[in-house]
Every structure is written in C-alpha cells, then in structure tokens.
C-alpha cells in the first residue's frame, strides 16, 4: 500500500453556519450564514480581513469550536468533535517537542494501534514525500520554521485525511520560504489528493494555490465574494506575474479594500477567542 | 543558565570558587581561634575547622556514621517516594479536572502552609511507630511543592499541542501519556527537586524529636551531651546529602528529558 493514493471523498457542505465566540455580554457573532459546497478533492482558500472568522469556520470545520447554527457535513456527516479525517495544521507548529521528526509523524497511525515498525516505516515514506528525508531523528527545535511546518503536513496526511484544513501554514515564514512551501504544497497535493481548505490573508497566497477563493466580510464573517482561479495545473511562481493573474488580484484587493469606519480586529484562532496557551474554557478531556 | 556548573566555568572561574570556599574556612578558624565577639554575635563557643575535622573524621572512624545515614536515606527515601508518586498523581488529577480541583484543592490550601515542625505532635499520635511518623514528616514536607509544581505544569501545556493531539486521535489516556506528562515534566522535574531538599530539613526535625539513629538525633544529641564540634560536623552532612541528592534528581531530570537539552544546545 503506497501512501500517495487517491483519496475519493472529502465533501464539504456548509449550510447557513453561524458561530458564536465568548461569553456572557462579551460574546459575539463570528460568523453569520455562511454557506459553501466544496467538491471532493477541491483546493478553496479563505480570504478576508483579520478578524472576519475565516480561522474561526476552520476551526469548526476541524470540530473544535462548536456551531452556533446552520449544518456543517463532511461527506454528509455532520461534524462533531475533532477526528483524524479532518486534519488541521496551524499558523505555529504544534509538534510534539519530545518527539523526533519520525515519532511525531507516526503519532496518528499510533492512536490507531499500529505496530511500531509498520509505523515509523509509513511515517519515513511521508517524510520523503514532504522532502524530509535524512531529518527522522531531529527533534522539531532542530529544524527550521518551513521543516517544522513540513513535518506538520506529513502528519496530518499520514492519517489520510478526507479534509485538510490549513490556518495560514506559512504566515510565519519568510518570503522566499512561503514561495517554497506553497508549490511544495501544490506538488504535494497532486500526488496525495485531498479536500483542502486553507485560510490566508495573502491574496498571492490565495489565487495561487486555490481551485476557487471564498472572500469573507469583516465581522460577522458572511460571504463577500466567491471567485474562481481557474488557472492550468501545475502551476509555478510565474503565474503570479500574468495579466489574467493580476486581474484577479485587483479584484480581490478592491474587495477586501477596509471601509473608512472599520475597527481593526484581534486575530481570532481555530481554537476560538483565547491567545495561545490560554483555554477559551477548560477542557476535561 | 543563569548558574554554570563548576565543569562549564573555566579553570579561572573554578579556581575563584575553590578559593571562595577556602577563604570562608579560613575566617572561619580565625574568628574561633581568636573567640571573636562582635557584641551581637560571638565566637566564642564555637568550635573551628580544624576541631569539626577532627570530629568528622572521628565520626568516619567509628561504627556510628553507617547507622546514621541509612536510618536518614532511608527515611528520606519512603516519605520522598510516597511524596513523589501521590503528588504526582493528584497534581495531574488538579490540573486536568475541575472535579479533582474543586475536590482536592481546598483542603490541600489550609494545609500547606503548616509547617513540618508543627505536624510532630499529632504525627506522634497518629503513627503507632516513630519511624512511622518522622517518614510521615519528610512526606508532608515533599508533598506540597511536588503537587504545586505538578498543577502548575499540567495547566501550563500549550492548548494547541492538546488540540492538535486530538485531531490526531488522541483519547483520554493517550493524551495524559503522549502530551500532558512530558509537557508538564520540567515543571514536575523541579518540584521534585525542591520536595528534595525540603524533604531533608524535615527529616532533621523529625529526627531531632524521636529516634536513636539518624543525621539529626545525631545532632541533637551532640548538642545535649555539649560535643559542640559533632554538631557542624551533622550540618554538614545534612547540607552535603540535601545538595548531594537534590543534584542526582537534577541529573536524572534532564536524562528523561532530552528534548530540552537540544533546544538549550541551538
């Protein structure tokens, strides 16, 4: 069993979701009937301002923020709690600190049970694929921000998700990095086929990697706009500079252009209001 | 590090501090061999370098030392363990559950701030052996930094490695294996290490009240028979073992987290 296979499902319907955030007099609506078909396969990017609740939808998406109305499916599921088939790779790394390189991408398949051996054989294969042979036994302080987000990847895909959710994966690299990262992501994807929905606020980012762009309002998140980016696969960087490109791109940016009344918004995260480190509420799980 | 170990400073720096320590004997045979007094504080009495050597190497020469420091570890070593394991155990059950907080905490406040010494008395009457209850001391004096430490580490675990674990699959006892523990480790690590010494200067009081072996009867008793220089030589055996065990948990610490030694190392 090779792990670069073709993954059939990973249908998305978003059916008038709203979310609510905080509580008591402090809580607010994130996101207001918001809906979107996303087909099996399909590669859509969230744009919109900070604080609009694109990260907050992915969260609900990954089932850690519950959803206030509307239906959320994955594959007519509704979804309910996180679940290995729906994947999420944050802005940070959250790799395990005590866990090498190869331990941490072999962490889902040993949730299953897998034997040991299996194991790490699978998680070296994933490795390869994400480009991190050779970095097995490091530990994720040794390795730079773009490898970190790589072993991040490799992962969530071990787990052959029908879903994977991404919030902004390479806000935190440098420019020449994020540029490397995002055709890995697209050469990446073309070989392990699965649902992606990946939030940005770089419409570059955006138009370049996406099948289609959900463009979001500032606070309550509602649709703006929704916009395809139909251009030929595989795509390289020398796209970002043709005339049809920049069309697309100064439509975006007209769009998500902010009102002269509009109150810059704290980021919110998929784990809800809280900064990191601090629970919106304590869990007991 | 803030503190270098004596093997990282160089020779220099090493040097400095042997000669710091010899300074400090140094004055010390002064001020008693010329039975200083300052007014407030005073020489006098106090025995010398020199005399507490002599001492100690008394002390080595007879049968004594043996069965003092076993009755001590030992002592030390069951209400250590006994601390260890419960103070883990229930730091992790306070961090993790809101049950075990509301449930456990409470009391656990108005007891910590009692002091071991005033725990004597009714250890006496609760332990039908004084072996019983000076382990009970030494296990009440280690419990309360180990249990802080241990909430303290668990509740401080990043949410988002917690949340990411679950979208991995991660159940219950997964997470508390896989995640809680090893994030919490360095925080359980130091409490360990403070339970450690506080676990000691218990012990000694204990010791100092019931017992016919042990570094603090042995104290004591040098005070109540005036051998004034076996009584410097107990504190210092007190100090070298607290010290001397506290390093060994350091070391043992960073063996069972490596990871931090290579975030340290970049």
Not at chain 1, 9 to 36: H, N, P, T, W, Y
Not at chain 1, 111 to 133: D, F, K, Y
Not at chain 1, 146 to 154: D, F, L
Request: proline share 7%; hydrophobic share 45%.
């Amino acid at each position: 069993m090779s792990v670069v296979e073709a993954m059939p499902q990973g249908r998305v319907e978003i059916d008038e979701v709203s979310i609510m955030l905080g509580r008591g007099a402090q809580s607010f609506e994130a996101v207001r009937k918001l809906s979107l078909s996303i087909a099996p396969g399909e590669f859509v990017a969230i744009l919109g301002p900070s604080g609009c609740g694109k990260s907050t939808l992915l969260g609900a998406l990954a089932g850690h923020i519950p959803v206030g109305g509307g239906r959320l499916l994955v594959d007519q599921a509704p979804v309910r709690g996180p679940d290995p088939s729906r994947g999420i790779v944050f802005q940070h790394h959250t790799l395990l600190p005590w866990r090498t390189a190869l331990e941490n991408v072999a962490f889902g398949p040993k949730m299953r049970g897998e034997p040991r051996a299996q194991r790490l054989a699978s998680a070296a294969e994933m490795l390869a694929t994400v480009g991190l042979s050779g970095f097995e036994n490091r530990y994720p302080a040794e390795l730079s921000g773009g490898m970190q987000q790589r072993v991040e990847i490799a992962r969530v895909l071990i787990n052959r998700p029908r879903l994977l959710l991404m919030d902004e994966p390479f806000g935190a690299l440098d420019a020449q990095t994020r540029l490397m990262m995002q055709s890995l992501l697209l050469d990446i994807w073309s070989r392990v086929r699965t649902t992606v929905v990946f939030v940005t606020h770089d419409i570059d980012e955006a138009l370049f990697l996406a099948d289609r762009v959900l463009i979001m309002t500032p606070r309550p998140g509602r649709t703006r706009r929704l916009t395809e980016a139909s251009f030929p696969r595989p795509r390289d960087v020398q796209l970002t500079t043709e005339p049809e490109f920049a069309r697309l791109k100064r439509q975006c940016l007209d769009l998500l252009r902010p009102d002269a009344d509009d109150q810059p918004l704290p980021r919110l995260t998929p784990l809800g209001l809280a900064a990191a480190g601090e629970p919106e509420r304590r869990r007991s799980y | 590090m803030a503190v270098s170990s004596l093997k990282d400073a160089g020779p220099a720096r090493a040097g400095l501090r042997v000669a710091s320590v010899l300074a400090c004997l140094a004055l010390w045979q002064a001020a008693s061999s010329a039975h200083l007094n300052l007014g407030v504080v005073t020489f006098a009495n106090t025995p010398g370098p020199v005399e507490v050597g002599g001492a100690a190497v008394e002390l080595v020469r007879s049968s004594q030392l043996v069965p003092h420091l076993t009755a001590s570890l030992a002592r030390v070593f069951a209400g250590y363990a006994a601390a260890a394991v419960l103070g883990v155990a229930i730091g992790v059950a306070i961090g993790r559950s809101r049950f075990a907080n509301d449930v456990l905490l409470p009391p656990l406040e108005v007891l910590r701030p009692i002091p071991a010494v005033a725990w004597i008395p009714l250890a006496v009457l609760m332990f039908p052996s004084s072996e019983g209850s000076m382990i009970y001391i030494t296990f009440i004096g280690a419990l309360f930094p180990i249990v802080l430490n241990t909430i303290h580490g668990v509740e401080t675990v990043d949410q988002r490695l917690i949340a990411s674990a679950r979208s991995l699959g991660a159940g219950r006892a997964a997470m508390l294996r896989e995640v809680i523990l090893p994030g919490a480790a360095p925080s359980i690590v130091t409490g360990l290490a403070i339970g450690m010494g506080t676990s000691w200067f218990c012990l000694i009081t204990a010791e100092m009240i019931s017992g016919q072996f042990g570094i603090g009867y042995y104290t004591w008793e040098s005070y109540t028979l005036q051998n004034y220089p076996d009584i410097v030589v107990g504190m210092l055996l007190i100090g070298l073992l607290g010290m001397g065990s506290s390093a060994l948990l350091r070391r043992a610490g960073e063996f069972a987290t490596p990871w931090r030694r290579v975030g340290r190392a970049r």
